[in-house]
């Protein structure tokens, strides 16, 4: 069967559904295909977002997907020393805790609502090419193979993409830009319900521990352990489970869901378009490489995709040269600090635990601001230079 549209969106995670929303907006005719048979399950995040980026991307808060409403957020060093800020200083995943399986649906119909067609069950399975040109994809639903042409296609398909590869973009990660995370669903735990925590150090060599409540008792308890790091292979389950084992909080939790999943902490493609492609969210690594927190950048290259298409359809021109304020609109909002991130993020997993105790000690006696890399190297540079020897480049 062969379909034929403007513009075809691989996945219907956030930067799919943003880019659906605002191409359709545009006037366009859009399909946007889904390989899982339920939009937002299932579950691959801890569903951690700041509330400050919503309104940049036209979205209103709702009780329908918001599960928790945090008031800040801990965070405690391999010593256990804490401290503690609130929701507004604290960065980029933190204040609400989302469902996601209605937050990323919410999304969808928004997209619908804007005029693009949905698929679900119809998995992209590869790309067509008439005379060398990008024309459409092939995908594989539930009544059998089908043809997709367009003028543009969108990868929108995550961690895992590879549509983008199959289009010709070298996509490959190295280890030292892969996080590997599990995470369990706890109940019956004794955790404060209005605290996002962060637990950093060797517990979670490269990474992070977080403990992101879902009401009273319950929470997602995950790990992200960068694969280059891990001592015990890259099973971030062996870590997890030793946290979970030790800390009185958890001991006598029940797990009732299990997720797991990886995630880029580069800096973003070198380039996120092609001749007749762009590439949105995850697919294009473009994700905090510190917390690995990439809903609201899924979201914002979603948004942009989807407004520069509209604008090349009025050209009928969607040539890289025409894609190209695509790169400017993401790289001019995020490039900076996903650099600033990416380096950071190699310097501060080499220090050792003593060292990020003095610095949790640090952080509490300052006045620091919102905790971004930046104010946090800032802040440690003045109290205790010694810390950042070697990192001044990077204040
Ligand atoms: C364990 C874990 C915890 C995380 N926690 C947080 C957090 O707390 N806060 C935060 O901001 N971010 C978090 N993230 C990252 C966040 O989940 C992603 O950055 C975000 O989902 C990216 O959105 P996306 O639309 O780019 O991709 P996705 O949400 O991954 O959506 C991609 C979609 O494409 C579909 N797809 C894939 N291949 C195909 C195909 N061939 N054909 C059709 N459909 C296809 C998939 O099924 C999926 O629905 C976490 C990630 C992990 C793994």
Redesign the pocket.
């Known amino acids: 069967m062969r379909y034929d549209c403007d513009i075809v969106v ?7 559904s943003m880019a659906a929303k605002y191409a359709a907006l545009g006037g366009l005719n859009v399909i946007m ?4 048979a339920e ?1 937002g399950a299932p579950l ?6 700041s509330k400050k980026w919503l309104a940049e991307i036209g979205v209103t808060p709702d009780p329908k997907w918001i599960c928790a409403d945090m008031a800040g957020a801990t965070i405690r060093s391999p010593g256990g020393f804490t401290f503690q800020l609130d929701e507004s200083k604290a960065g ?2 933190v204040g609400y805790v989302l469902e ?1 399986h209605m937050f ?1 649906k919410a999304l969808a119909e928004q997209a619908a609502a804007a005029g693009a067609k949905i698929m679900m069950r ?4 590869g790309v067509i090419r008439d005379k060398g040109k990008l024309v459409g994809v092939k ?1 594989r639903t539930m009544d059998g193979e089908i043809e997709i042409y367009a003028k543009c296609v969108v990868a ?8 983008a590869r199959w289009a010709g973009v070298d996509t490959t990660l190295d280890a030292k830009d892969i996080d590997t ?3 369990y669903r706890m109940a019956n735990i004794d955790i404060d319900p209005k605290y996002c925590e962060f637990v950093i150090g060797s517990e979670a060599p490269g990474g992070y521990i ?1 403990i ?1 409540p879902k009401g009273e008792r319950i929470a997602n308890v ?1 790990i ?1 352990v960068q694969v280059a790091k891990c001592r015990h292979g890259a099973d971030p389950k062996y870590y997890l489970d030793k946290f979970v084992a030790k800390d009185p909080r958890l001991r006598n939790g029940q797990i009732l869901e299990i ?5 880029s902490t580069c800096p973003g493609l070198e380039e996120a378009i092609a001749d007749n492609l762009v590439i ?4 294009a690594r473009i ?1 905090d490489p510190i ?8 979201c914002r290259t ?1 948004m942009y995709a989807g407004k520069v298409l509209a604008e090349c359809a009025k050209k009928n021109d969607f040539s890289k040269s025409a894609l190209k304020p695509y790169e400017k609109m993401w790289r001019d909002r995020m490039e900076d600090k996903l650099y600033l991130n990416w380096m950071a993020k190699e310097r501060f997993a080499t220090l050792p635990d003593d060292v990020l105790d003095d610095l949790v000690k640090i952080m509490g006696n300052s006045d620091i601001g919102e905790v971004n890399v930046h104010n946090l190297l800032t802040a440690i540079k003045a109290k205790y230079p010694k810390v950042v020897e070697g990192f001044e480049d990077l204040i």
């Open positions: 691989i996945g219907a995670g956030p930067g799919g295909i889904e390989k899982k939009i691959r995040c801890a569903e951690g977002v980029a995943e996601r990323d119809t998995g992209c399975t995908a929108a398909d995550g961690f895992e993409s590879q549509v995370c599990i995470q977080w992101f995950g992200g997720v797991g999943g990886g995630v949105v969210g995850d697919a994700i917390t690995g927190g990439g809903i609201a950048h899924a979603g």
